[in-house]
C-alpha cells in the first residue's frame, strides 16, 4: 500500500509533537504528560491540580517545579501539539476561581499516542517480546469460518461477520506487532559480538528452540491461510458492504457542510486492510510475502549463530580475537591527552615518526628473558594475526583435481608411440638386405638414425659385441636384432 507523502499537506509538522522526549528538560515533561495520561478520559487540569498530582507521584525532577515553571512546561506542550487548551464550562464563584479555570489544559489526540508508545518503549526495551505462536491458527480457523458462512447459501449475518472480522484483524495485529518487536531485538543481539560463553548459550537456545518453533509454525500455516483468503477473496466487495451498512459509525462528511473530518476506519474493513492479510502470508508481486522474508531473517540468524560458534571455539583453544584489547586501548585513546595518544599508538604499534632515527639490531643478537616489552625492539607479526586475531589460513581450501582425463590421454599416447615405433622396427627388419633400394617412411627413417646416432656414439667402446649390446638396448620396443 502507497504512502501518502508526508509534505502533502503539512503532516510532517506534527512530529514536532515528539521534541519534549528529547529536550534538555525531558524527564519534567514526561511526568507532566504521564499526570494527563493517568487521569480520567476528557479530564481537563489547571495547573494547581497538576502540581499536586506531581507532588503524590513518585519522587523525580518534577515533584519540585513550581508554579511559574509547570505553567511555562505547559504552554510548550501546548505549542508542540502534545496538550490543548479546557474547553468545559467552569462555573467560577470569584475571581481566583475564575483564573484557575482559565489556564485548564488536556491531552490531545496525538500527545495521548505519542506518550503512550513512549511509555511501552521505557518498560520494555530491552526486553525480549515473545511471539504469539498460537495466533495463526486462530486466524486460520476464523478465516475458515468466516469463508464457509460467506459462501453458505443463507449468507452470514453482518454482526456475526462483524465480530469474526474484527477478531481476525486484531490477532493479525497483535502476531505482526509481536514478530516484528521479537526479530527486531533478535537483530539488536546479533550486532553484539562481545558475547561470551554463557551469553552465547543462552541465545544459542534462544534461536535454536524458539525461533526455529517460530518459523516452523509460520511456513505450516502460511498456505492455509492463503488458500482461506482465496475462498473469500471473490466475496470479499460484497462482504465490505454489508459491514460498512450494518456497522455504522463516524462518518467523514462534517455537520453543516463544512470540511470533513478524517476517520480512521476499524481494521478489517477497508480492502487495504485484507491487501496487506493476504501480503503477509502470500507472494503478490514477485519480491516474496512477509512469511518468506522472515525464514530468511532466520536463515541469516543461523549463520551468525554459526560465526558465533566458530568465534567461541578459537576461543577456547586459545586462538582468540583481540577485540576487547583493542576496545581497550580505544578507550585510552579517547581518555588520553593528545601528546599521551601519541605516546600509546607509538607503544602499541611501534609507528614512530619519520623524524625519529635509529638502528636496527642486530638479527642474531639473543636478548635477555627479563628485557621488557617497552625497551626491547620491535617483533614481526604476520598479517593476518595483526588484522584479524587468528593465525588460520583464510579462503576455502582448493578442492582436490581430477586427473584421470589426463593420464588416459598419457596412456593413449604412450600406446600410440610404442606402437608405432613397433611398426618402424619391423619395417626396418624387413629391409635390412636392401636399403639401397627401398625409400624408407619416415618413422622407420627416424628409428634407423636413432640406432646409428646410438652406435656411433658406442664405437669408443672396445668390441663389436659391446657395440651391438648397447644398439640392442636403445632399440627398445622395436626388439632390432
Known amino acids: 500500500?502507497?504512502?501518502?507523502?508526508?509534505?502533502?499537506?503539512?503532516?510532517?509538522?506534527?512530529?514536532?509533537?515528539?521534541?519534549?522526549?528529547?529536550?534538555?528538560?525531558?524527564?519534567?515533561?514526561?511526568?507532566?504528560?504521564?499526570?494527563?495520561?493517568?487521569?480520567?478520559?476528557?479530564?481537563d487540569l489547571a495547573v494547581p491540580d497538576v502540581l499536586a498530582r506531581l507532588a503524590d507521584g513518585a519522587p523525580g525532577p518534577a515533584r519540585g517545579l513550581g508554579a511559574q515553571t509547570l505553567t511555562a512546561r505547559l504552554e510548550q506542550l501546548v505549542r508542540w501539539g502534545n496538550l490543548v487548551r479546557g474547553g468545559h464550562t467552569v462555573r467560577a464563584s470569584s475571581i481566583s476561581d475564575y483564573h484557575r479555570a482559565g489556564s485548564r489544559y488536556q491531552l490531545s489526540k496525538l500527545g495521548e499516542r505519542i506518550q503512550?508508545?513512549?511509555?511501552?518503549?521505557?518498560?520494555g526495551a530491552d526486553a525480549a517480546r515473545e511471539v504469539s505462536r498460537e495466533l495463526p491458527a486462530l486466524i486460520e480457523r476464523g478465516l475458515r469460518e468466516l469463508a464457509e458462512r460467506v459462501r453458505s447459501p443463507q449468507g452470514v449475518e453482518p454482526r456475526d461477520a462483524l465480530e469474526r472480522v474484527s477478531t481476525v484483524f486484531a490477532q493479525f495485529t497483535e502476531f505482526t506487532g509481536s514478530v516484528r518487536d521479537f526479530y527486531a531485538y533478535?537483530?539488536?543481539?546479533?550486532?553484539?559480538?562481545?558475547?561470551?560463553?554463557?551469553?552465547?548459550?543462552?541465545?544459542?537456545?534462544?534461536?535454536?528452540?524458539?525461533?526455529?518453533?517460530?518459523?516452523?509454525?509460520?511456513?505450516?500455516?502460511?498456505?492455509?491461510?492463503?488458500?482461506?483468503?482465496?475462498?473469500?477473496?471473490?466475496?470479499?466487495?460484497g462482504l465490505l458492504k454489508r459491514l460498512d451498512a450494518h456497522a455504522g459509525g463516524l462518518t467523514e462528511a462534517a455537520p453543516g457542510g463544512g470540511a470533513g473530518t478524517r476517520v480512521l476506519r476499524g481494521r478489517g474493513r477497508a480492502r487495504a486492510d485484507w491487501e496487506g492479510l493476504r501480503g503477509w502470508f502470500t507472494d503478490q508481486d514477485g519480491t516474496g510475502s512477509e512469511a518468506d522474508r522472515l525464514r530468511d531473517a532466520t536463515t541469516r540468524a543461523l549463520r551468525s549463530l554459526l560465526a558465533d560458534a566458530k568465534r567461541t571455539l578459537r576461543s577456547a583453544s586459545g586462538d582468540t580475537s583481540r577485540r576487547k584489547d583493542l576496545l581497550r586501548l580505544a578507550r585510552w585513546f579517547d581518555e588520553a591527552a593528545p601528546q599521551d595518544a601519541h605516546d600509546i599508538a607509538v607503544a602499541a604499534f611501534g609507528l614512530y615518526g619519520a623524524r625519529h632515527l635509529g638502528v636496527a639490531p642486530a638479527p642474531d643478537e639473543a636478548l635477555p628473558a627479563q628485557t621488557s616489552w617497552w625497551t626491547g625492539p620491535a617483533v614481526e607479526?604476520?598479517?593476518?594475526l595483526r588484522e584479524r586475531g587468528s593465525r588460520a589460513q583464510r579462503g576455502r581450501a582448493s578442492a582436490v583435481e581430477d586427473h584421470s582425463a589426463q593420464k588416459e590421454l598419457l596412456r593413449r599416447t604412450a600406446r600410440a608411440e610404442a606402437a608405432e615405433r613397433r611398426a618402424a622396427a619391423d619395417e626396418l627388419r624387413g629391409v635390412a638386405d636392401r636399403f639401397g633400394g627401398v625409400e624408407l617412411t619416415p618413422a622407420a627413417l627416424g628409428l634407423l638414425l636413432e640406432l646409428l646416432a646410438t652406435a656411433l656414439g658406442k664405437a669408443r667402446l672396445p668390441g663389436a659385441r659391446g657395440a651391438r649390446e648397447g644398439a640392442r638396448e636403445s632399440a627398445g620396443a622395436g626388439e632390432l636384432e
Open 1 to 43: 500500500m502507497r504512502e501518502p507523502a508526508a509534505d502533502s499537506d503539512g503532516s510532517w509538522e506534527r512530529l514536532t509533537a515528539y521534541t519534549y522526549l528529547s529536550a534538555p528538560d525531558r524527564l519534567e515533561y514526561l511526568a507532566v504528560m504521564r499526570v494527563f495520561r493517568r487521569s480520567a478520559l476528557l479530564t
Open 116 to 123: 503512550r508508545d513512549a511509555d511501552e518503549v521505557l518498560a
Open 186 to 237: 533478535l537483530g539488536q543481539v546479533l550486532a553484539r559480538y562481545d558475547l561470551d560463553s554463557a551469553a552465547f548459550e543462552g541465545f544459542k537456545e534462544l534461536l535454536l528452540d524458539y525461533v526455529e518453533t517460530v518459523t516452523d509454525d509460520v511456513s505450516f500455516r502460511a498456505p492455509r491461510i492463503a488458500a482461506a483468503l482465496e475462498l473469500l477473496w471473490p466475496e470479499l466487495p
Open 381 to 384: 607479526v604476520p598479517v593476518a
